[in-house]
């Protein structure tokens, strides 16, 4: 019983231009692409990074409407949907304000909110949740969203009942 074995021997040029099939070894190396600076128009604008510290000044007392990304930086979800989240933030940069919340390093928000899991999108009006999306979504839903908070959510913010975080059982 006959045994053949091949080896591969990749030489520094076959390293340089990536993976190639072996009938392209005599190939001349591609050059790499040259380098461009970025678009100004092309850079996305970004959310404001918020914290348990401005998150009153931002959102409670916000004279627009706020959407805020509660996301956790191992979540691979989230990750997902930040592109759209951020070019959202471009689009709609006069009507909403955009904010991203991270839950691992500020507790008492989510806390206040009820988030259990990330990603979830809460929008605001006049300081008072109006809607919320949680989990992976798809983006044509988070923009569809985000056009009814601005048609709906400050009748829906005016219309509901302030909820007082000073009652107790005891009185």
């Known amino acids: 019983m006959a045994v053949t074995v091949r080896y591969i021997i990749r030489t520094p040029t076959s390293l340089h231009s990536g993976c190639k099939r ?8 591609s050059q790499p692409p040259a380098r461009k600076d ?20 931002t959102v409670d ?9 509660f996301y956790s930086p191992t979540c691979a979800f989230c990750h997902q949907i ?9 689009d709609y940069k006069d009507t909403v304000r955009f904010g991203r919340f991270n839950i691992m390093a500020n507790a008492w928000i989510p806390e206040r909110y009820g988030i259990r899991s990330t ?13 919320e999306i949680v989990g ?6 988070l923009k569809k969203i ?7 959510g400050r009748d829906c913010a005016r219309n509901s009942t302030t909820i007082d975080y000073d009652i107790t059982g005891y009185g």
């Open 22 to 29: 072996m009938a392209d070894k005599d190939a001349s190396p």
């Open 38 to 57: 970025p678009d100004p128009q092309a850079v996305p604008e970004t959310p404001v990074e918020l914290t348990d510290l401005n998150w009153e000044k």
């Open 61 to 69: 007392k916000s004279d627009m409407p706020v959407a805020v990304m």
């Open 82 to 90: 930040e592109p759209y989240f951020r070019r959202y933030a471009r």
């Open 119 to 131: 990603p979830t999108f809460k929008f605001f009006c006049e300081g008072k949740p109006v809607q």
């Open 136 to 141: 992976a979504v798809y983006p044509l839903l």
């Open 146 to 152: 985000i056009d009814e908070v601005l048609i709906h």
